[in-house]
């Protein structure tokens, strides 16, 4: 029996013992969600309070056997707003994305690599402007083996799936962003496609199941949302939250952030507590997005499909 794992963990729990008050630990899944018990989480992560003359919390995860996920910096300590260089591994060891974050954000250049430890891509990424970011500027891809497929931004290539199973598009990088015809399989849906880009932008697409039915579309992505937008889902909120009573008596507030599927149906399914709140408070944002009207669906290639949201529910005193 390999003691290895048990004795990282007999040290850890050691460590926090005994500086409880300047670290916190996490058990997540690999969906985000929070869990209570390590033998139900995929992974741990470690938030430290910030060194001497910082303001930014040392964060580092671990895969369940000990070895390193990732480490990195952060502005806040629950979820993480990376801030500065990031550093994230596969579980063989390999190194999976060196890049730098500001206000949670990809800057300056990310460098990606395969699983096998040789580089896959390079992408520069500017500063966010009015938060939102401007299209990323691809560099260089290359194949598994190190053979260049696109030089200085200019170049013929594929992409893979996150787990590098298989290809999910091809097509040409011109000055650093997707142009001309691009062909490939969708990602939530069975689809094939092919689409027509022009300097980094989306003209035409054109998706086709299994079924054989086409979908054309102008936007390869479209969010789900509560009918009317997210200001009348804000507004659903604060007319129907309910505080809790023993969390209103003590004087606990919080934030509840949430993750849930809205299906191709735009219905809402599948809800999960991503932080650590008061169990009242995560109850209570639970039983209000439960009951919310329908959704408009996400859209993929001009088909309707499930997709994973986040939203933070807020429990704020005033008094």
């Not at 794992?5 to 729990?13: D, H, N, Q, T, Y």
């Not at 040409?172 to 969708?186: A, C, L, P, S």
Request: charged share 25%; glycine share 8%; aromatic share 12%.
């Amino acid at each position: 029996m390999n003691k290895t794992p048990f004795l990282f963990f007999s040290l850890l729990f050691f460590s926090l013992a005994a500086t409880a008050q300047r670290q916190n630990l996490y058990f997540l899944k690999n969906t985000g969600e929070y869990v209570k018990q390590r033998d139900s989480a995929d992974y741990l992560r470690i938030v430290k309070e910030p060194e001497q003359g910082s303001e930014l919390y040392p964060v580092n995860e671990h895969f369940l056997d000990g070895s390193k996920k990732s480490m990195g910096y952060s502005s806040k300590i629950d979820p993480p707003m990376y801030e500065g260089q990031y550093i994230c591994f596969y579980a063989n060891g390999k190194k999976k994305m060196i890049a730098n974050y500001k206000k949670g954000k990809l800057i300056d250049t990310a460098h990606n690599y395969y699983p096998n430890g040789n580089l896959y891509t390079t992408v520069s990424y500017d500063e966010t402007v009015d938060g939102k970011q401007k299209a990323a500027y691809i560099k260089s891809v290359k194949d598994s083996t190190g053979k260049d497929l696109v030089i200085d931004g200019n170049g013929d290539c594929a992409f893979y799936d996150a787990q590098f199973k298989r290809i999910t598009e091809r097509g040409r990088i011109k000055n650093g962003v997707y142009d001309g015809e691009w062909v490939g399989e969708g990602t939530k849906t069975d689809c094939k496609y092919k689409e027509i880009y022009a300097d980094g932008k989306l003209i035409s697409g054109e998706s086709t199941d299994n079924d054989g039915t086409v979908y054309s579309y102008t936007n390869t992505f479209v969010l789900p949302q509560f009918k009317k937008g997210m200001n009348a889902f804000y507004t659903y909120l604060k007319k129907t939250v309910r505080y809790p009573e023993q969390c209103y008596k003590n004087g606990i507030q919080g934030k509840v952030l949430l993750k849930f599927t809205v299906t191709k149906e735009g219905v809402i399914e599948d809800i999960k507590v991503l932080n650590d709140v008061h169990p009242a408070l995560a109850s209570e944002a639970v039983r209000v997005l439960k009951a919310s009207p329908p959704w408009d669906p996400g859209i993929e290639r001009g088909k309707p499909v499930n997709v994973s949201h986040n939203v933070p529910v807020s429990f704020t005193l005033q008094r």
